[in-house]
């Protein structure tokens, strides 16, 4: 049925302001028992009032509170309706940069895939690596043919890249297939909002099957906080992932790493005997 809240219907056509949705009637029951709450502990810190008096001034209360908290519902509503239209309006340099409107520069992987053609000014705001790679003074050339290489990125992900710079985001099943070759990226190239988001993906997917991984990034990203993390994980999972397949590769190819883990396995257990774990 029409609700006479979230109704997307022009104010004069809306419906009665006594017709409203489930979800809508669920919000503002959740919204009461708040406001109640709230001046429920206000009446229990107020303890020169009386009981008669509390009485009296409840409902005043509840109202001004669950008006304050309408109030609120829309200010954040209208700041999510704001950054809508910022994303719609950013949206036309992913536009730009898919039909190659006005493009003055070709990035080239490392794997002599195709160039991506792409906006200097923007490679330039997002990077002060890549502004130094596309700047020239007296010293330096301009780049050949107006072409740059990213020598570590294949086709894919410097294209996940690319988008990732115009965008400040990726679509959930390409950030979770190159993080690790993005993160690299925003190490190598100074980008720290990648960095971030890289980060937050990787935290956010810790798993047995991945720790390893992880680690290893974040060792070669020199990433202190996201490393302990890692490596905490894997202590306190350490036979589902010294067992797995990955682990022989991992261990020849980082035996710093596998110190650091049996180093961390062993106080590990020294700190869970000494409290009598």
Not at 84 to 110: A, C, E, M, W, Y
Not at 225 to 249: C, H, P, Q
Request: proline content about 5%; charged content about 25%.
């Amino acid at each position: 049925m029409d609700c006479s809240i979230c109704t997307t219907l022009p104010f004069i056509l809306r419906p009665p302001r006594n017709t409203i949705c489930p979800a809508c009637y669920e919000g503002a029951r959740s919204l009461i028992a708040l406001t109640n709450k709230l001046d429920n502990i206000d009446k229990g810190a107020d303890k020169s009032s009386t009981n008669s008096s509390s009485t009296t001034v409840s409902s005043p209360k509840s109202s001004k509170g669950f008006a304050n908290a309408l109030k609120w519902v829309k200010e954040m509503k209208d700041m999510e309706e704001e950054m809508n239209d910022k994303l719609t309006f950013l949206g036309s340099s992913v536009t730009s940069f898919r039909d190659h409107i006005h493009t003055d520069i070709q990035v080239k992987p490392g794997n002599n895939g195709p160039p991506i053609p792409a906006h200097r000014a923007l490679l330039a705001s997002r990077s002060e690596i890549l502004k130094n790679m596309l700047d020239s003074d007296g010293c330096k050339a301009p780049p050949n043919d107006n072409t740059i290489t990213l020598p570590e990125l294949d086709h894919e992900e410097l294209d996940a890249l690319l988008e990732f710079l115009y965008t400040g985001t990726l679509p959930k099943e390409k950030a979770e297939k190159h993080v690790y070759s993005l993160s690299v990226a925003a190490d190598k190239y100074d980008i720290p909002f990648l960095h971030k988001f890289c980060e937050h993906r990787m935290l956010g997917s810790l798993n047995s099957s991945n720790a390893l991984n992880v680690l290893e990034i974040s060792d070669l990203c020199s990433n202190q906080g996201l490393k302990e993390t890692a490596l905490n994980f894997i202590v306190k999972n350490m036979e589902d992932v010294i067992f797995s397949a990955r682990f022989d590769a991992f261990a020849l190819k980082n035996p710093h790493l596998t110190v650091q883990i049996t180093r961390a396995s062993f106080m590990d257990l020294k700190s869970r005997r000494n409290i009598g774990v």
